[in-house]
């Protein structure tokens, strides 16, 4: 019993030491945790802060709690809770999803150095505003640095060497600025970095295995920069190189990597995306690289040189969310290769032959599948049409023949067809507008035929090409009154006949409205001048969501005739505005309200039937850059106003009627083409050789041709004169004398004595004139 009592006392007398310890630990935290709400920053840090605010334009307000007080409290600042030390900086704009919010919440302004005296910060977050300047060259000062984010802003110039000496960094984010110059070195020395993103920054120089050396935490690497960079950075690395690192993701673009597929690559064993996008790579892809696919879950080696038959089947991996293979515009070939567990599959622009494989219908996970611009043959699976996630399906450009599948029905998700440029036949299927989201409706240069189906107006289209077919019978009115939402109408190269429906008029958003090649009769609907999106000006802005879905841009194009070539756009089609109406049978005037359209910039009325006068106010069409009116039955001037068109940059007026004088001012004495104007036998001036009157000749001319027409009347009246009064005056005289016996005797007794007269008269005259030669005669001797 007292050895238990012992042993009891022995180990409270144990315990006792470590019980007080605790409670004291626990009084010292209490104390610690009352003494932080006493913690207020730095005050050399808080005029830095300040400092820095007093350079920067803030139009929202952002910093509106930045004046005075605890700057541990102000917004985006963090203080250490023990020192009162700024150590975090978050400044990014919040409002990035805002578009509207977005432009006006930026900090404009400078980097300042006066952040450099943070010199406990460890996160600095800057992005999306519109700072600009040298990322400061003492950015090393900043020593605590573990996360560093400048991207989305308008930073210039080099990447201070300074920046090796942030040993701590683990992620590093440049993106999306305008840095022109060289990546140093001494970047190689961030042993702690796990992400480095460069992207979409014009760099120039050369990059090293020296940039890499010391990287051995790196597992992300992006340096995709902008295709103007006309690949001006280089990577310099030798073929036997084995990096330090262990790479997960790795992001290049429009840059020099290697002519061959780089080696060193193949160590990397923790892949799991891959882009190489316009790197140069003129080679065959590696079987190690096929071997990855169970643990890619993105592939991109577009834009480049490669050759060589992929494998089939594949499978991917999705772990990571959706998945993708992008090899397009490269020189791949063999059959079409199927890659499962993918969700964007896109190969076109290659080699690729044979037919589409009949089972693509097992790709059920697809929601984007591009094959154009390859040489495929044979028909169209009807197994495409079990793939009920597509959004995308473009199988343009192509040598697909047949007709176009049927059961459409249950493709709910699907918002663009691109079947153009193949050699199909037949009618569209009417359950092809099953789908009310279809936005593009691409089936032009074919063989299809038929009329078109009523099925189409359940569409709600933003763009429909059908040219070049065979498509028959009249324009629909419902194209004008249910597809509201259209801006590419293509019917042009069919045998459409009637006439061009007023409907169409209201189509507010129409910009490319192209009915040449039809056979089109009656006259243009005056209406036409109410197309509200042709006079108004549009920019050429971001691509609308619809031609997004998540990674994939669909690259909307169409080909065009402009200046007398087929062109095709893509980039700028948005802001094309075009309307062409050549090759039919139109008949009557060209509308007056049609040179309300002042922002449209392609008008082509060639080879109808066109009568009366160009519209005196065709100058109000201030956007035209191409204007044919050729081969038609205008008469008349050309109105003075075209000339004040500037931005008109082709012209073709020839055969017609068209009469008087060629414009001079402007730009039209560039139009030097004679052919412009050929066939108008009533037009004058340069180019042509005929030449046109001055207005002074004009009126010399005027005086004259009226001086000869009085002259001639004068003349002809004193003809008639003296045609009529001789014989009268000659019998009123001499037939009186003849008859009058007195006054024949009178008459000549007057003329004797007037002649007697005279003489008298004459030989005074000369007698007194030779007195006076002889006197003046005299006087000079």
């Known amino acids: 019993m007292a050895t238990r009592k012992t042993f009891i006392l022995f180990l409270v007398l144990l315990l006792l030491p470590l019980f007080l310890e605790f409670f004291l630990l626990e009084a010292l935290v209490i104390n610690s945790t009352d003494g932080d709400r006493d913690v207020v920053c730095i005050e050399m840090e808080q005029k830095a802060l300040l400092k820095f605010k007093g350079g920067l334009e803030d139009p929202s307000g952002r910093l509106s709690s930045w004046v005075g007080g605890d700057c541990c409290k102000w917004r985006g600042v963090d203080c250490n809770n023990e020192t009162g030390h700024v150590i975090k900086l978050d400044l990014k704009n919040p409002y990035q999803s805002d578009e509207a919010a ?38 090393g000062n900043l020593d605590h640095l573990r996360y560093l984010d400048l991207r989305d802003n308008s930073i210039s110039g080099s990447i201070p060497a300074s920046i090796g000496r942030l040993l701590l960094l683990e992620e590093l984010d440049l993106s999306h600025n305008g840095m022109n110059g060289t990546i140093p070195e001494s970047i190689g020395q961030l042993k702690e970095l796990l992400s480095l993103t460069l992207d979409w920054n014009p760099w120039k120089g050369r990059v090293s295995e020296i940039h890499f050396m010391g990287l051995i935490k790196l597992e992300y690497f992006s340096s995709y920069l902008s ?40 160590t990397q064993k923790e892949l799991y995306r891959i882009i190489l996008r316009n790197v140069g790579i003129s080679d065959t892809i590696p079987e190690w690289l096929w071997k990855l696919s169970p643990q890619l879950g993105w592939l991109d080696l577009s834009r480049n040189q490669l050759r060589g038959k992929p494998p089939s089947p594949l499978s991917f991996n999705t772990s990571h969310g959706w998945s993708m293979a992008d090899l397009s515009f490269n020189r791949l070939e063999g059959p079409l290769p199927l890659w499962y567990n993918l969700t964007y599959l896109v190969l076109g622009n290659n080699l690729f032959s044979g037919p589409v494989p009949s089972n693509i219908g097992e790709l059920s996970s697809l929601r984007v599948l591009v094959v154009s611009g390859n040489l495929l043959n044979g028909t169209i699976p009807s197994s495409l049409t079990n793939l009920k996630n597509l959004r995308i399906i473009d199988l343009s450009n192509n040598h697909l023949s047949g007709k176009i599948p049927n059961h459409w029905n249950d493709m709910e998700m699907l918002g663009i067809i691109d079947l153009s440029k193949n050699r199909l036949y037949g009618e569209i299927p009417s359950s092809i507008c099953s789908i009310h989201v279809i936005y593009f409706l691409k089936l032009g240069d074919n063989n299809l035929s038929g009329e078109l189906s009523p099925s189409l107006q359940n569409c709600s289209l933003y763009s429909l090409d059908l040219g070049n077919n065979r498509f028959s019978g009249e324009i629909p009115k419902w194209i004008g009154e249910r597809m509201s939402s259209l801006k590419q109408l293509r019917l042009r190269g069919n045998m459409l006949t009637g006439n061009i429906p007023e409907q169409l008029c209201g189509l507010s958003d129409l910009r490319i409205l192209d009915l040449a090649l039809n056979n089109l009769s009656g006259s243009i609907p005056p209406c036409l001048g109410h197309l509200s999106a042709m006079n108004h000006v549009t920019l050429l802005g971001p691509s609308p969501d619809y031609l997004y879905t998540d990674y994939y841009y669909y690259r909307e194009g169409m080909e065009l005739v402009l200046k007398g070539k087929e062109m095709e756009f893509e980039r700028i089609l948005s802001i094309v505005k075009l309307i062409d109406l050549s090759r039919n049978n139109l008949s009557g005037v060209i509308p007056h309200g049609i040179a309300n359209l002042s922002t449209l910039g392609t008008l082509n009325l060639s080879w109808n039937q066109l009568t009366g006068k160009v519209p005196e106010d065709i100058g109000a069409m201030q956007g035209l850059e191409t204007l044919d009116f050729s081969s038609n039955r205008l008469s008349g001037p050309i109105p003075l106003s075209m000339a004040s068109i500037t931005s008109l940059s082709h012209l073709n007026l020839s055969h017609n009627l068209l009469s008087g004088p060629i414009p001079t001012t402007n730009q039209f004495p560039t139009f030097d083409d004679p052919s412009m104007y050929e066939g108008n036998l009533g037009l004058c001036g340069l180019p042509l050789s005929t030449q046109c009157s001055t207005p002074n000749e004009d009126h010399k001319d005027e005086e004259d041709e009226k001086e000869d027409h009085d002259d001639g009347w004068e003349t002809l009246w004193f003809f008639t004169s003296m045609g009529l009064g001789f014989p009268v005056g000659f019998w009123a005289v001499c037939g009186t004398l003849a008859l009058k016996k007195s006054w024949r005797h009178a008459y000549f007794r007057f003329v004797g004595e007037a002649k007697d007269r005279m003489y008298v008269f004459i030989a005074v005259n000369v007698a007194r004139f030779q007195r006076k030669m002889k006197r003046n005669g005299g006087a000079h001797g």
Do not use: H
């Not at 600095?124 to 505003?129: A, Q, R, W, Y």
């Not at 690949?231 to 020099?256: A, E, H, Q, Y």
């Open 227 to 266: 295709p103007a960079t006309n690949n001006s950075l280089v990577f310099d690395i030798t073929s036997d190189w084995i990096p330090p690192f262990s790479l997960k993701v790795i992001r290049m673009g429009n840059c020099i990597l290697s002519q061959t597929f780089p080696s060193w690559l193949g």
């Open 102 to 139: 977005f432009p006006l919440s930026r900090l404009i302004g400078q980097i300042s150095d006066s952040l450099l005296d943070l010199k406990y910060l460890n996160y600095l977050d800057l992005s999306k505003n519109e700072l600009s300047g040298l990322i400061p060259d003492s950015i």
